[in-house]
């Protein structure tokens, strides 16, 4: 089961979790504080968006073993949202049941990725998005799902501007660049983050920019062509994007962060199932002195109150899948 749990959509693929065993049926998980994102996500509200869909996973694989995963919520107490405590996030404990029926939503845990491709403009038809709709009255959190032309249009600027102030900033840059995998070895080496057959750049394409162009060392010490590119595809892969979504909920407690997570992680699950490519795009969410101004306004626009949160935002379309990130060994998950 945490096989499949770890296959959990995280941010940057940092994979932020460990595990604690009680006995064979019962673990505590927390947050690994070696695997954060303090300059992108510097109160680690979305490493608790990834708890949260860690859980979800686990839960919906535990069905397909027969078993109902009860989940007890910060058991030794929730700690604010702008520090994490080496307190427990969830202990879980996992139930023999002949009541519990596989969820339909096992055979995507498989199958669901961020796709981070170009898509294709093409728009979710009124069946699509009631079904999408509808998730909304299942979850604590809720959702919104936007693709006039005017609304497009507006995200598209305000996505690619988001990502232009996240990447004129070295230390963030570097962090990005520290989960980028320049190439197979890297990839193969850390089992972890993310590389160009992650955003769908394969073939001689894929070899010539890592023979000739990409490098750690040059990009670590020079960031700047990193960020630019990172603009761009930024701006190419929203402008190829009609649709958009995204979850709300009306505090930012750790536990309404977790809970988001869960529901972010059932919409990818659902999307994939629809056979919808999904990807997340965070930046103009993201809580750095130098974003805020930018999600006021895009809050503003789309009159989101306030003292809301937007937990996730999201692009949806059409795209050809890609190859899957990587995950590291579960044994590397478990504690002790
Ligand atoms: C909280 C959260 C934030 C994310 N933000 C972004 C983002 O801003 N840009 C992006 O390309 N992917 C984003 N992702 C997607 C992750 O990069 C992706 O889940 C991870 O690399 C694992 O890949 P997979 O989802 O295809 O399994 C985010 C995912 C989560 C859970």
Redesign the pocket.
Same mark, same amino acid.
């Given at each position: 089961m945490l096989a499949y749990a770890i296959?959990?959509?995280?941010?940057?693929?940092i994979q932020p979790w460990l595990i604690k065993l009680n006995d064979q049926y019962s673990f505590d998980l927390f947050v690994d504080q070696q695997r954060l994102l303090p300059e992108t996500d510097p109160f680690a509200r %979305?490493i608790h968006?990834?708890q949260g869909?860690f859980l979800e996973t686990l839960t919906i694989a535990a069905t397909a073993y027969g078993f109902k995963a009860e989940i007890d919520y910060f058991p030794q107490g929730e700690y604010s949202n702008r520090v994490i405590e080496s307190l427990p996030v969830a202990r879980v404990v996992l139930t023999k049941s002949d009541d519990v029926k596989t969820d339909p939503l096992f055979v995507q845990l498989l199958k669901? %990725? =961020?796709?981070?491709r170009e898509y294709d403009n093409s728009r979710l038809n009124p069946a699509q998005k009631s079904q999408l709709q509808a998730l909304a009255d299942t979850t604590q959190s809720s959702f919104t799902l936007v693709d006039s032309e005017p609304d497009g249009q507006y995200l598209q600027r305000v996505l690619t501007e988001a990502m232009a102030v996240e990447s004129g900033h070295k230390a963030r840059d570097l962090e990005t660049i520290n989960m980028f995998r320049f190439n197979d070895q890297e990839v193969q080496k850390f089992r972890d983050?993310?590389g160009l057959e992650?955003a769908g750049v394969s073939g001689i394409k894929k070899i010539m920019l890592e023979s000739f162009f990409l490098d750690r060392e040059k990009t670590q010490k020079d960031p700047s062509e990193f960020a630019k590119q990172s603009v761009d595809i930024t701006r190419s892969i929203s402008a190829s994007t009609s649709s958009f979504a995204w979850i709300t909920t009306k505090g930012n407690s750790r536990l309404q962060q977790v809970k988001a997570?869960r529901d972010?992680c059932r919409l990818?699950l659902t999307t994939a199932a629809m056979g919808l490519a999904q990807?997340?795009? =965070? %930046?103009v969410l993201e809580e750095y002195e130098d974003m805020l101004d930018l999600q006021q306004q895009f809050k503003q626009h789309f009159q989101i109150k306030e003292h809301h949160t937007v937990q996730?935002l999201v692009r949806l379309g059409k795209a050809e899948k890609t190859v899957?990130?990587p995950r590291r060994l579960v044994s590397s998950l478990v504690l002790g």
């Open positions: 296959l959990a959509p995280n941010p940057h693929n %979305q968006i990834g869909c669901r %990725q =961020s796709n981070k983050g993310f992650h997570g972010y990818n990807h997340p795009m =965070s %930046q996730m899957h990130t």
